[in-house]
């Protein structure tokens, strides 16, 4: 049996908005269907999107709708246009899982991004080596060109931080994760030392939240939360036995709190800085 298709959270969005604009102006999917002259499967599938919907029946619709504003057409097209345009990381998606494109791809498009790691240092600050001995590790049973794949779409996610206009990156890190001998300990000291040069660059805050600080507000683990730019909302993903999950603001701001109360207990970024050289320095 075939896997079903992955739909984007780009293409559900939009979906999103096309159903809520034909449900405000008390519209049945018949009624929208008969105007494009298409069959309402179709245009049911525009609204999950499960088949994106193209600009000639979007701006047929917009018309029909009565969106006459023309920044929320404007701001429509951008989003149809992103649900149709690839980017270099579906190269990968014969690699990974649908849920894990969406994640590179809010990585690639987020303005800012909010981190707590408490078991593996963040991707986008990965050495190679620490990438390729990490994804062994978690993928026992892996040919070595897969593992190559996927440790060769770590480092290309990198690509951000070396752009002209990088995310904003705050990162909050569980020192168990500095401590933890990830490769051996040359790997890992090669390692902090890499997270040290990052953490002197200007859009880049790192924090280490100490084992002193005790119990903390995300005993289950590592999240993000992406802040884009719109049409697209905020979002919070987390990593769950099951699967990824990805929360929509403004479900998100749960995310955002339990972070914020993460920074409350995490040393400040000079403090943070102090501790990583000593790790590097006590490491081979």
Known sequence: MAAPK???LRAQWLGQQLRELREANELLLKDAAEYLQRDPATVSRFETGGYPIRRPDLLALLDLYGVADGRRRETLMRLSQEVWQKGWWDG???DVAGSFIDYVWLEARAREIRAFDNTLLPGLFHTEEYARAAITAAEPGATEEQIDRWVELRMNRQQIL???NPPWLYVIIDESVLRRQ???PDCMAAQ???VLGLAARPNIEIRVLPF???AHASPTGAFRIFTIEKPFPEV???ETPRGAIYVESPDSQSFVRTYDDLRG???NPEESAALISVMAEESP
């Open 6 to 8: 992955w739909i984007t």
């Open 92 to 94: 990968y998606a014969g």
């Open 162 to 164: 070396a752009g002209t």
């Open 182 to 184: 990830v490769g051996g």
């Open 192 to 194: 902090l030392r890499h």
């Open 212 to 214: 002193t600080a005790g």
């Open 236 to 238: 919070g993903y987390a």
């Open 265 to 267: 207990l995490a040393l």
